[in-house]
C-alpha cells in the first residue's frame, strides 16, 4: 500500500510544476515590450497577455525536458504492466575500440570496451552487448592504467561468486557471461568517480564463405527484443523488460536504449591477410579506406569514429583464377591435430535450374521493431519474391505481429489475379504491435503438403525475440520435407536467430540492412534455391584414426557454398593420409580429397592449401559446444549435455552459457564506507527505428493547443499593426 | 507616402489576420472533430448492436467502433475505435489490435488523447470503476489499481497477462504545450469478479 501512495505523490507533484499558468520567470520579460502598449492599456493588457500565452510552448518545452530528466527515475514501477529500466542517465559512459587480424578464414578480433564513471560516486557498469553468432569469446583482460588483470575460465555460478566477493570487497573486477551465442555481458565493478576502466574481449570466428564473397559482420548495438510469455514475479536483471514465463531472463537482454548519446562511438582497425590475391574489398555500411602492402590489407573507417547504431559488414572477393576451392587449417594442441576443412563443390551451370514445382510462402514480420526503415526493406524484399514466382508455382504471404494475417487460407496458383493481391496486401503492411512468430510459423508449417509441390518458406524478419530456442523446436519438429529461407533485416538484426532457423530450416539465410542492395541479395537467393543442391555429402577421415567432427552430418548444401568442417583427430597424420569429401550433385558423384600433413604457410594464390593456423582448437571448441545444445533440443539429457559443455569449455577457455571469464584485482580501490552505485549502461538504438513503435505506444497528444496558440500570435500581431496605425495617425493630427 | 504605406500595412495585417483565423480555426477544428465524431459513432454504435459487423460509423471511415466506455458515473461515455493510429485517435480512443480485444483475458490496451478524449484520465483515481460494454452488448466492469507515468522510450506494454486488464494510456503530462513527448500515463484496471 505504501508503494502505491509514493506513486500516487509523484505524478501529482510533477503535474504542478507543468501547470498551465506561465511561470513567475517569464514576468521579467514584459518589462522589455515596446513602449507603444502605455496609452491604449485595455488593448495593450489584452495583446499582453496574448502574447505570454504565445511563449508557453517554448518555457514549457524547457520545463518538459527538464522534467524527462528526473521523472523515469524517481517514478519506480513495480506495476503490472510497465516496466522501467534502471540507470537510464547512467553516469558510466561506454566507447569502444575494435581490432581484427584476418587470417585466411578465421578473425582473431579484440573489442575494447572503456567504461568511464563520469558521476561522483563510485559505480559498477553493466552492459549488454552483441557478438557475432559464432564468436568464440576466449579471452579477457581487464585494464587498470598500464597494468592488466587475466580473466580466468570459471563455470557461471562460481566466476559470479568470485565477482560479487571482490565488488563487496572493494576491489576492482570484471566478469564476461553468455546470454545467448550472440549476446554477452560485462561487469565492472569499482569504478572509481573520473576514472576510466577498459574491459578488452578477445574472440575467434571463421568466416562465412558463399557466392564468391568471404564476409564478416560485426554487430553494434541490438534491436530490443520481444518477450512472449507471462511476466514472472522475480527478475534476475535490470533491464525494461520483466523475466517471462518463455523468456526466463529477459530482464537480462533487454538493455535500456538510447536514441542519442555523445558516447557510443567505436573505432575499428582490420589487418586482412586473405591469402590469396583479392578483386574487391568493400564495406557495406561505413566508408572505409584500404591501404595493400604486400599482399596484406588495412582496412581503417574513413570516420575516425562511428556511432554503434548499425552493423558494420566487410566482404572480399578473390580473383576468379584464385578462388579457393579446397583449405585446409591445422593446430596442435596437446598432441591433438586439429582441422578446419573448407571445401567448394563444383558449380552446377545455369541451365539446370530446379524445375519441380514449388509451394512458395513468404512469411513476413510486421510487428513493432520492423516499423521505419526495416519494414520499407522487407517490403521490397518481398515484392521483389513475388515478381521470382513461375507460374508452375503457387504461393501465399503471412503476415504476422501479435496476430498472423494470411493473405490466402491456402496457398494459391500464380497468375494475374493472386499477384495483384499480393501486391495490394504487401503494401498496406503496417508494422505494430508484438512479435508471436509461433503462430506465423505453425501456420506455415501446418498446412498439408503437396506431394507435387516442394515447399520453400522465406521468413523476413528482423529476429527480435527472445526465445529463440523455442522457435527451433517449432521449425525443426514440422518442417517435414519443407526447407525454410531466413532473410535478416534491419540496421542490426539477431544474426543468431537467422543462421540457426536456416539451419534447422534446412535453407539459407541472407542479411539485408539497406534498401539499395534488396534487388541483388534477393535475387541472389532466389538463383540459389532454385538451384539443385549437393546432397548426400560425407566426409571421410582415414581408416587409422578416430575423428570428432562438427557438424557431425553434414548439410544439403545450395548452389555456391561450400562444405565446412571442424574436426579433432586422435594421433598424428602420416604423408599420405588424406580426407575424402563426396557428394551427389546433378553432373553425378563428386569428391575431392585434402592431404592432411600440413605442407607450409598458406601461400597466397593457389586455390588448394594446408596451413598452420592458431585458433583451430578453440574453433573446433566452439562448433562442439553448438552441436551439443543442438542434441539437447532434440532431446538429449540436459545434465549430460551441461556437463559436456562445461568440460569443454573450461578445457579451451571459451565463454558459454555454462561458463564465464572473471577477472579480479587484488588490492581493494574503494575506500569501505563509499557507497557504490549500479550502471546499466544503455545500447544505441538502431539506426531507422523508432522507440515508440517498438514499445508500442501510439502518440496521445494533438496539437490544438499549439494552433490555437500560433493563431493567438498571429492576431495579436494584427492587432499591434493596427494600433501603430492608429497612433501615427494620431500623432499626425496633432 | 502615407498612402502606399497603409496599403503595405492593409495586406501585411490581412496576412496577418488570415493566418491567425486559420491556425485557430484548426485548432478549434480537432476538439470538435473530436466531438462530433463521437456524436456519430454513438449511432454507429447501435448499427453494429444490430449486428452489421465492422459497422464504419461514416462511409469512408478505416476504423469501426470495438466498445464504448463508461467512467465517472456516466459523465465520460464513449466510443473506442479499434486501432491506435493518429487518423484514427483524432476521431476517439483507440484500441490497439496487438493488444487483447475487450474484455477478454489478456490486458487490453486503449490509447486516447490527452486534450481530448481522454482528458478525464487525469481525475481517476484508485478504486474507480470503468465499465466497457461490448459489441455483444455485454458490460464488463473494471476497478483501478494502478496509476503511473512511464517512458514510452524505455518501457513496453506488456500485452500478455493471466488477468483480464485493461490500461487506458494517454500523454503526459496532460497540459504540455508540445505534442509527441515521451512520457506517458498509464491507468491500469482489473476487471472486477475474477476468480484469483
Avoid at chain 1, 513476413?364 to 521483389?384: E, N, V
Avoid at chain 1, 494552433?707 to 498571429?714: D, E, P, R, Y
Avoid at chain 2, 479499434?82 to 490509447?111: C, D, E, K, M
Wanted: aromatic share 8%; hydrophobic share 40%.
Amino acid at each position: 500500500m505504501a508503494r502505491q501512495n509514493s506513486k500516487r505523490n509523484k505524478p501529482a507533484a510533477s503535474r504542478n510544476a507543468t501547470h498551465w499558468h506561465p511561470p513567475s520567470t517569464a514576468l521579467p520579460a514584459t518589462n522589455t515590450l515596446p513602449r507603444l502598449f502605455r496609452r491604449q492599456s485595455r488593448w495593450a493588457w489584452h495583446a499582453l497577455l496574448l502574447l505570454v500565452l504565445s511563449f508557453q510552448p517554448a518555457l514549457l518545452r524547457a520545463q518538459t525536458s527538464a522534467q524527462e530528466a528526473v521523472d523515469p527515475g524517481q517514478v519506480q514501477s513495480g506495476s503490472l504492466l510497465l516496466r522501467m529500466a534502471n540507470g537510464y542517465y547512467a553516469a558510466t559512459a561506454l566507447d569502444t575500440n575494435v581490432t581484427m587480424r584476418i587470417n585466411g578464414l578465421v578473425a582473431r578480433v579484440s573489442v575494447r570496451q572503456a567504461f568511464a564513471n563520469t558521476g561522483s560516486e563510485w559505480a559498477e557498469g553493466v552492459y549488454v552487448f552483441p557478438l557475432p553468432d559464432k564468436a568464440a569469446v576466449d579471452q579477457m583482460r581487464l585494464h587498470i592504467g598500464e597494468r592488466f588483470i587475466e580473466g580466468e575460465i570459471r563455470e557461471k555460478e562460481q566466476a559470479r561468486k568470485e565477482y560479487e566477493q571482490a565488488r563487496a570487497a572493494g576491489k576492482k573486477a570484471s566478469l564476461v557471461e553468455q546470454q545467448r551465442p550472440n549476446l554477452f555481458t560485462t561487469s565492472v565493478a569499482n569504478i572509481a568517480p573520473g576514472e576510466t576502466v577498459v574491459v578488452e574481449i578477445e574472440y575467434l570466428e571463421d568466416l562465412r564463405y558463399t557466392d564468391g564473397l568471404f564476409s564478416l559482420r560485426f554487430p553494434m548495438t541490438l534491436t530490443p527484443r520481444y518477450m512472449p510469455g507471462a511476466p514472472l514475479p522475480d527478475r534476475q536483471g535490470s533491464g525494461w523488460s520483466a523475466d517471462t514465463s518463455k523468456v526466463d531472463d529477459a530482464s537480462l537482454i533487454s538493455p535500456p536504449m538510447v536514441g542519442h548519446s555523445a558516447h557510443h562511438r567505436m573505432t575499428l582497425e582490420i589487418d586482412l591477410n586473405a591469402g590469396m590475391p583479392l578483386d574487391l574489398i568493400a564495406s557495406r555500411y561505413h566508408p572505409v579506406t584500404v591501404t595493400e602492402n604486400q599482399g596484406r590489407y588495412r582496412i581503417d573507417l574513413t570516420d575516425t569514429t562511428v556511432p554503434m547504431d548499425h552493423d558494420f559488414e566487410l566482404t572480399w572477393k578473390p580473383v576468379a583464377l584464385a578462388a579457393p576451392r579446397a583449405l585446409a587449417f591445422t593446430e596442435t594442441v596437446d598432441d591433438e591435430p586439429y582441422y578446419l576443412l573448407m571445401v567448394m563443390p563444383p558449380a552446377a551451370s545455369n541451365d539446370q535450374a530446379l524445375l519441380m514445382p514449388r509451394e512458395m510462402i513468404f512469411i513476413i514480420d510486421t510487428s513493432g521493431s520492423m516499423h521505419g526503415t526495416s519494414l520499407a526493406q522487407a517490403k521490397k524484399a518481398l515484392q521483389r519474391a513475388l515478381q521470382g514466382l513461375r507460374p508452375i508455382d503457387r504461393f501465399n504471404v503471412v503476415a504476422f505481429n501479435s496476430r498472423t494475417t494470411p493473405l490466402f487460407t491456402e496457398s494459391q496458383p500464380v497468375d494475374t489475379r493472386t499477384l495483384e493481391l499480393a501486391g495490394q496486401f504487401v503494401g498496406a503492411l503496417q508494422a505494430e504491435g508484438g512479435t508471436e512468430m509461433r503462430g506465423a510459423l505453425e501456420f506455415s508449417l501446418q498446412r498439408a503438403a503437396s506431394e507435387s509441390h516442394l515447399r520453400q518458406m522465406i521468413f523476413i524478419t528482423d529476429g527480435a525475440v527472445g526465445n529463440e530456442e523455442e522457435l527451433f523446436s517449432l521449425i525443426e519438429r514440422g518442417l517435414g520435407q519443407g526447407r525454410l529461407f531466413t532473410v535478416g533485416i534491419g540496421s542490426a538484426p539477431n544474426s543468431w536467430f537467422m543462421r540457426k532457423a536456416a539451419e534447422v530450416g534446412r535453407g539459407t539465410f541472407t542479411m539485408i540492412s539497406a534498401l539499395n542492395e534488396v534487388g541483388e541479395k534477393m535475387d541472389r537467393l532466389f538463383s540459389k534455391i532454385e538451384q539443385p543442391q549437393v546432397t548426400n555429402i560425407e566426409v571421410a577421415w582415414p581408416a587409422s584414426m578416430v575423428a570428432s567432427a562438427y557438424p557431425s552430418t553434414v548439410p544439403d548444401l545450395y548452389a555456391n557454398e561450400p562444405v565446412i568442417v571442424k574436426a579433432r583427430l586422435t594421433g598424428t597424420p602420416g604423408n599420405s593420409d588424406t580426407v575424402r569429401i563426396s557428394g551427389n550433385t546433378m553432373q553425378g558423384a563428386w569428391h575431392d580429397e585434402i592431404v592432411l600433413k600440413p605442407t607450409g604457410d598458406n601461400e597466397a594464390g593457389v586455390t588448394r592449401a594446408q596451413a598452420n593456423s592458431a585458433g583451430i582448437a578453440t574453433l573446433w571448441a566452439r562448433a562442439r559446444i553448438e552441436s551439443l545444445f543442438d542434441d539437447a533440443r532434440r532431446g538429449r539429457d540436459p545434465v549430460e549435455v551441461r556437463a559436456e559443455v562445461v568440460e569443454t569449455a573450461l578445457t579451451h577457455h571459451l565463454v558459454s552459457k555454462y561458463t564465464s571469464l572473471v577477472a579480479v584485482d587484488k588490492t581493494p580501490a574503494r575506500p569501505a564506507g563509499d557507497p557504490l552505485r549500479k550502471d546499466q549502461v544503455p545500447n544505441l538504438l538502431p539506426y531507422g527505428q523508432s522507440a515508440n513503435a517498438i514499445f508500442g505506444f501510439p502518440n496521445t497528444a494533438t496539437n490544438a493547443a499549439q494552433l490555437m496558440q500560433t493563431g493567438c500570435l498571429f492576431l495579436l500581431l494584427a492587432i499591434t499593426l493596427l494600433l501603430l496605425g492608429r497612433r501615427q495617425r494620431h500623432a499626425a493630427a496633432a | 507616402m502615407r498612402q502606399r504605406l497603409s496599403s503595405g500595412r492593409f495586406w501585411l495585417m490581412a496576412c496577418l489576420l488570415g493566418i491567425g483565423f486559420w491556425q485557430l480555426g484548426q485548432g478549434a477544428y480537432i476538439p470538435a472533430k473530436a466531438w462530433l465524431a463521437q456524436e456519430l459513432m454513438l449511432k454507429a454504435w447501435h448499427r453494429a448492436g444490430e449486428g452489421v459487423a465492422q459497422a464504419v460509423p461514416w462511409p469512408w471511415a478505416d476504423t469501426w467502433p470495438v466498445a464504448r466506455m463508461l467512467a465517472r458515473g456516466g459523465e465520460v461515455d464513449m466510443i473506442v475505435l479499434s486501432g491506435g493510429s493518429g487518423r484514427t485517435l483524432a476521431f476517439g480512443p483507440g484500441h490497439l489490435n496487438a493488444s487483447a480485444a475487450p474484455g477478454a483475458p489478456g490486458n487490453s490496451v486503449i490509447a486516447g488523447h490527452r486534450d481530448t478524449h481522454f482528458r478525464f484520465l487525469k481525475d481517476l483515481a484508485l478504486g474507480d470503476t470503468i465499465a466497457i460494454e461490448t459489441v455483444d452488448g455485454v458490460l464488463h466492469e473494471y476497478a483501478v489499481v494502478d496509476l503511473d507515468v512511464v517512458d514510452s522510450r524505455r518501457s513496453s506494454l506488456l500485452l500478455d497477462s493471466d488477468d483480464t486488464l485493461l490500461s487506458l494510456i494517454t500523454c503526459y503530462p496532460f497540459d504540455a504545450q508540445e505534442a509527441g513527448g515521451p512520457l506517458r500515463y498509464v491507468v491500469t484496471a482489473r476487471k472486477k469478479n475474477q476468480s484469483e
